[in-house]
């Protein structure tokens, strides 16, 4: 079921803080396998100190957001695990967008969750906008839980069974360096390894090659800008790292199934943004009603 959440059902997203900024929470799905809410975050909107009941999967787009929580040493990636009992309190200094996903405690014992906290790869990020473009597209029920299902599987077996300190290393380059991802001469020379033993390690352990990695992780940053900003989708694909717009909406139907306007048009939240940059002209978001 998807619906508007209320506003006393915050869950794990943790209560806003009064006259800080703006809060809206956009959507609560109630799934057999975990609870997603959809919260909304306008700049300078806060969160008090709060803690999860549950593990849960936390997804930010857009920020930057300072964190404080009782977790020492965690690496901060768009998409995280969270156990049970993680507390922080939040500073949104962006627009974001936040999707919070408290995984069943029955479902959290088959998987047998962790108790740390953990960073995923970005290999699941095409998981997290199966979800949210299901709910933004008012999919089927049906659809909405299958593909809940699959990511938080997903997760979990990652946080279960991290690949080898090597690869968690060569992850962390990509992610820490995505505007300018360093080549395989650059890795290789960092970690004194055969440029053929890296690529070999990381495609065996990640299932697709450094390359297909990186343009991932620009490919989230650039859905992203789509979805929290009005500037044109050139200067989007440009500054996230691909050729031209061409390249970037062949990138995004491949992994997504949606063009970067129609992804665009898509987000909630838009009243501020009621049409896109296309071409270098001004198009004007259609109607719900249209085709």
Not at 241 to 265: C, I, V, Y
Request: net charge neutral; aromatic share 8%; with cysteine.
């Amino acid at each position: 079921m998807v619906r508007p959440g209320p506003g006393s059902e915050w869950g794990s997203l943790g209560l806003p803080v009064p006259h800080c900024g703006t809060a809206e929470l956009l959507h609560l799905v109630e799934a057999d396998v975990a609870t997603l809410r959809h919260g909304f975050y306008r700049t300078d909107a806060k969160v008090s100190h709060h803690s999860h009941d549950c593990p849960t999967l936390v997804y930010g787009v857009g920020g930057p957001c300072l964190e404080t929580s009782n977790t020492q040493g965690s690496i901060k990636r768009r998409l995280t695990y969270h156990p049970a009992g993680y507390a922080h309190a939040l500073h949104y200094l962006g627009d974001t967008h936040v999707l919070s996903i408290e995984i069943d405690p029955a479902v959290a014992a088959r998987l047998e969750c962790p108790s740390l906290s953990t960073a995923l790869p970005a290999t699941a990020y095409d998981l997290v906008w199966r979800v949210i473009i299901d709910i933004a597209g008012e999919a089927p029920t049906e659809s909405i839980h299958a593909s809940l299902q699959a990511l938080v599987e997903a997760a979990i077996g990652f946080a279960r069974r991290p690949p080898s300190p090597l690869v968690l290393a060569l992850i962390g380059e990509l992610h820490n360096h995505w505007e300018k991802i360093p080549s395989v001469d650059q890795l290789s020379r960092k970690y004194a390894l055969s440029k053929q033993y890296i690529c070999r390690v990381f495609k065996k352990a990640m299932g697709v090659t450094l390359q297909s990695y990186a343009v991932i992780v620009r490919l989230d940053y650039a859905r992203g800008l789509l979805w929290s900003t009005d500037r044109p989708i050139a200067e989007i694909a440009a500054e996230t790292g691909f050729a031209d717009q061409s390249h970037l909406t062949r990138a995004l139907t491949e992994h997504s199934a949606r063009t970067p306007l129609r992804l665009r048009w898509m987000a909630p939240c838009r009243e501020n943004f009621p049409g896109a940059w296309v071409d270098g002209a001004w198009r004007e978001r259609p109607s719900p009603s249209a085709s």
